[in-house]
């Protein structure tokens, strides 16, 4: 690779995160032998690297909702509490059931999770969308009071269902491998065939670029927004399922507690501005395997659980100081371009004429 086509690479905006994650990665290999192998004991996918993916697929889903939101202009911080309710929801439902085992029960439990997202979701896009309510404020409101309705749900208990129920596989395998792996997948096929291959993606960046200048030209605005929203709660309620399927049971104090921030920064890592307009799926989810990646290396390093915090938010400054261009340049003190050649000060004497001359 010629020096002009690495310059090149390093300018890609995914360029930098990737070799962030790659070199969390490779940080494990010393304190894990085998960190990169994976085996199948009994059926099923085991290793370090499958860990990473199932415990990050939470992350993965709340970050994906939340970069079509931010990319209309908007934050939602109430994604957190949308995953404790959905939780609460479904495990109650399945608590109650006489046969925990009925597929046709946990089919009807699931439902009643998503179609929770899918009302909190619907109620933030009406007031930031509908009644023109500041995002931050509207999903502050949720962030609050949504805590509360999970705990009124499960009566301030932890509710817990028998983990060899159906709704174990959710968070569990299906057919050999992780189903949470595979249901990250199916969500990001079909946000990047929904944003990248039809006008919405266009529609959603031009919103959040300049909603009333989108709303002059004739785009639904208000609309646009309102199915952000309600996609970040589906987005949610999913990970809720995941969550709570993981745990077997429903814990609404602390199921999803701060997701919300680890979400934002996901998006951020990746490339999505805060201000909205252009959005990046892909860095987000690059950006949420970071997080979890480095949350797996503190603990495999020996970090003591005091300082992990610190540390992780040291890291965190260290990705986005590589992510800028300003701090790279001074960094690395690329080689300044040649200057062009001086203008002489003083102009060359005129030549006279011979008129002049005679004058």
Not at 14 to 40: E, Q, S, Y
Not at 144 to 155: D, E, H, K, P, Y
């Amino acid at each position: 690779m010629t020096n002009l086509d690495w310059r090149a690479a390093t300018r890609h905006r995914l360029f930098w995160p990737v070799a962030v994650l790659v070199a969390l990665l490779l940080i494990n290999v010393p304190f894990t032998p085998g960190f990169f192998a994976i085996h199948v004991r009994a059926g099923h996918l085991y290793g370090s690297l499958v860990n990473i993916l199932i415990f990050s697929a939470p992350i993965v889903l709340v970050a994906l909702g939340m970069t079509l939101v931010i990319a209309t202009g908007g934050i939602d911080l109430s994604v957190g509490a949308v995953l404790a309710i959905a939780g609460a929801a479904s495990c109650l439902y399945i608590s109650k059931e006489t046969d925990q085992n009925s597929l046709s029960g946990v089919l009807i439990a699931v439902a009643i999770g998503l179609g929770a997202g899918l009302v909190c979701g619907a109620w933030n896009g009406w007031l930031v969308a509908g009644r023109g309510v500041q995002p931050i404020v509207a999903t502050l409101i949720l962030m609050v009071a949504g805590r509360g309705v999970a705990q009124l749900i499960t009566s301030g208990q932890i509710i817990t269902i028998n983990s060899n129920t159906p709704f174990g596989v959710i968070g569990g395998y299906w057919l050999g491998f992780p189903f949470s792996v595979l249901l990250i997948a199916v969500m990001v096929t079909l946000a990047v065939v929904l944003t990248r291959r039809t006008a919405l993606g266009l529609l959603i960046e031009s919103v959040g670029g300049n909603a009333e200048a989108s709303r002059l030209v004739g785009i639904r605005a208000r609309r646009i927004k309102l199915m952000a929203y309600i996609f970040c709660g589906l987005c949610a309620a999913l990970a809720g399922l995941i969550n709570s399927s993981n745990l077997s049971a429903a814990d609404s104090n602390n199921a999803g507690l701060w997701i919300e921030l680890d979400a934002i920064l996901a998006v951020v890592i990746g490339g999505t501005s805060l201000l909205g307009g252009r959005f990046y799926l892909g860095g987000t989810v690059i950006g949420a395997l970071i997080i979890e990646t480095l949350q797996n290396t503190i603990f495999t390093i020996g970090v003591p659980t005091q300082t992990n915090l610190v540390f992780k938010a040291v890291m965190v400054i260290f990705v986005f100081l590589l992510q800028s261009p300003a701090f790279r340049a001074k960094v690395f003190r690329r080689r300044a371009r040649p200057s062009a050649p001086a203008v002489a000060d003083a102009a060359p004497p005129a030549t006279l004429t011979t008129s002049e001359v005679g004058r």
